[in-house]
């Protein structure tokens, strides 16, 4: 079928059992204004041989006088799958509509017969899978911007921005898991001013039909007066379960998983009673950022001198995250299980001893820089979940890490 983009036209093949969109490398190349490199994401072909691949946004596109929205696709070389050169295809499969049952893209050769040979992608790996129209939300934690000349600040602005402007496609929800600011304590403008362009972004994606929630912790809190009162952000500062096209979620910023940190879980009851909510709103915003300050830099010392990276600990840390995923479905069931603060990628399908099937804990890890600790081979990640159905209309979620 004929595709528009933007004036240009381009062949297409639509498939309603395949996982991702592809587009011919060559096309790209032709028309790079078309596209922005995301990141990149690693699959597997028919063969067993994995691959990584860029990952780009492509333009709104119209086919047959029906509009599409800008979204993910993975360029690769389709002139390698059928040396016909009238036939250079530009690949579309029906993620926009139909879901995800095969795995697998379906594209026309010159003889008109279909060969198998797309790319299947793994819900670990960075990428771009099938979606529901009714529910994609993104998660973002424990990123610990520290003012306005953190370089990370610009990043997170430009991501909230692409979101708002529906750049990476569907959105529904965007949860922030909390300590995505280093400090930030009740409403006061001293923090606003510090961010100008990150709230504006916010503020942007608020102008859609997005549902925010933040969950205040231990750097950022008190929330209440801004985030909820004045940009309309839902703030929480629990476990929250959210029904997601069908899915239970239960997302927290996980700070509570430890039992025996007991002076860490008497501190932030004592910094949530009503004596410490009205100081952290009225005394001079100034004053509340030196003693914030002050105790950031005082908690990041002490667990960079008694904490240390070593595999076992690391482990010990995943054990503690899949041991409070367990205890947490006793209290009430659900499907996935969102956490963040303890700076460790965690993620597991598991199996608690009261449930009668598996469920998916998430540990959202942070962002480099975020510690005192050598990061420099990670990246910046966000994460999507989303919801598919196969024919029978059984839903299924996959997490999937976007490079940010």
């Keep these: 079928m004929n595709v528009e983009l933007d004036g240009r036209n381009a062949k297409a093949v639509w498939d309603t059992g395949a996982s991702v969109t592809l587009v011919d490398v060559g096309f790209l190349k032709r028309n790079p204004d078309l596209f922005e490199v995301v990141g990149e994401t690693e699959g597997t072909d028919s063969t067993g041989r994995r691959m990584t691949t860029p990952l780009n946004t492509m333009r709104s596109y119209q086919i047959a006088g029906m509009s599409f929205s800008s979204h993910p696709v993975v360029a690769v070389d389709l002139l390698g799958f059928d040396q016909a050169p009238l036939f250079r295809w530009i690949l579309f499969l029906a993620i926009q509509l139909f879901g995800r049952p095969s795995g697998y893209s379906t594209f026309l050769g010159e003889n008109g017969k279909s060969r198998r040979c797309g790319i299947k992608h793994d819900s670990t790996s960075p990428g771009f899978h099938a979606i529901s129209k009714e529910m994609r939300a993104w998660f973002l934690s424990d990123i610990h911007?520290?003012?306005?000349?953190?370089?990370?600040?610009?990043?997170?602005?430009?991501?909230?921005?692409?979101?708002?402007?529906?750049?990476?496609?569907?959105?529904?929800?965007?949860?922030?898991?909390?300590?995505?600011?280093?400090?930030?304590?009740?409403?006061?403008?001293?923090?606003?001013?510090?961010?100008?362009?990150?709230?504006?972004?916010?503020?942007?994606?608020?102008?859609?039909?997005?549902?925010?929630?933040?969950?205040?912790?231990?750097?950022?809190?008190?929330?209440?007066?801004?985030?909820?009162?004045?940009?309309?952000?839902?703030?929480?500062?629990?476990?929250?379960?959210?029904?997601?096209?069908?899915?239970?979620?239960?997302?927290?910023?996980?700070?509570?998983?430890?039992?025996?940190?007991?002076?860490?879980?008497?501190?932030?009851?004592?910094?949530?009673?009503?004596?410490?909510?009205?100081?952290?709103?009225?005394?001079?915003?100034?004053?509340?950022?030196?003693?914030?300050?002050?105790?950031?830099?005082?908690?990041?010392?002490?667990?960079?001198?008694?904490?240390?990276?070593?595999?076992?600990?690391?482990?010990?840390?995943?054990?503690?995250?899949r041991t409070h995923a367990e205890k947490a479905f006793t209290e009430r069931p659900f499907d996935f299980i969102i956490t963040g603060h303890v700076h460790v990628h965690d993620e597991q399908r598991l199996t608690p001893p009261s449930a009668e099937r598996s469920v998916m804990s998430l540990n959202l890890g942070c962002w480099p820089g975020a510690d005192r600790f050598d990061r420099s081979d990670e990246r910046p990640l966000a994460y999507v979940l989303e919801v598919n159905r196969d024919p029978s209309g059984h839903r299924t979620g996959a997490v999937t890490p976007v490079s940010v």
């Excluded at 610009?154 to 400090?183: C, K, M, P, Q």
């Excluded at 950022?289 to 908690?299: L, N, Q």
């Design 145 to 321: 911007l520290r003012g306005r000349d953190d370089k990370r600040v610009a990043t997170l602005t430009r991501f909230i921005t692409r979101l708002a402007n529906g750049e990476l496609g569907e959105v529904s929800h965007l949860f922030l898991v909390g300590d995505i600011f280093d400090l930030w304590v009740g409403g006061h403008d001293e923090f606003v001013q510090e961010y100008p362009e990150l709230i504006e972004s916010i503020r942007a994606l608020r102008g859609k039909p997005v549902e925010i929630h933040y969950f205040e912790v231990n750097h950022d809190l008190h929330l209440g007066r801004f985030w909820r009162d004045r940009l309309g952000v839902n703030t929480h500062i629990a476990p929250q379960y959210f029904e997601l096209d069908g899915l239970t979620v239960r997302v927290e910023h996980g700070d509570q998983m430890n039992p025996d940190d007991r002076g860490y879980l008497f501190l932030r009851s004592f910094l949530r009673t009503s004596v410490m909510t009205w100081i952290a709103n009225e005394i001079p915003g100034q004053a509340v950022k030196e003693i914030g300050r002050m105790m950031s830099r005082t908690s990041r010392k002490w667990t960079h001198r008694h904490f240390k990276r070593s595999g076992d600990v690391v482990e010990k840390i995943r054990e503690m995250i």
